[in-house]
Nanobody
Framework: QASLVESGGGLVQAGGSLRLSCAASGRTLSSYFMAWFRQAPGKEREFVARISPGGGGRSYADSVKGRFTISRDNAKNTVYLQMNSLKPEDTGVYYC?????????????WGQGTQVTVSS
């Protein structure tokens, strides 16, 4: 069965950096748009960043533009999220998922996510 496994989260001080990874098993990601989402405590899950199958097209939420960079290595079947200049409001569980145009809605299944905590 296909699965997505997120990793790389942790506790970091404001202004710090983290690099998240999303590895797939049982499915080749190279033909899919991929996205990162996050969910803060008590809030709904929200879009963070999206990347096209070839990696040439990227889109970001306004709240992370200029600080986060999404990338992918199709040879490794992995998607990354480099997060710099982290803020306490970036705290949450981060998830990756396949998204499909034109709405870029995420697939129904979610991985376990990876916790990111930014202290002030």
């Amino acid at each position: 069965q296909a699965s997505l496994v997120e990793s790389g989260g942790g506790l970091v001080q404001a202004g710090g950096s983290l690099r998240l990874s999303c590895a797939a098993s049982g499915r080749t990601l190279s033909s899919y748009f991929m996205a990162w989402f996050r969910q803060a405590p008590g809030k709904e899950r929200e879009f963070v960043a999206r990347i096209s199958p070839g990696g040439g097209g990227r889109s970001y939420a306004d709240s992370v533009k200029g600080r986060f960079t999404i990338s992918r290595d199709n040879a490794k079947n992995t998607v990354y999220l480099q997060m710099n200049s982290l803020k306490p409001e970036d705290t949450g569980v981060y998830y990756c998922n396949i998204v499909r145009p034109p709405s870029y809605s995420p697939a129904d299944y979610w991985g376990q996510g990876t916790q990111v905590t930014v202290s002030s």
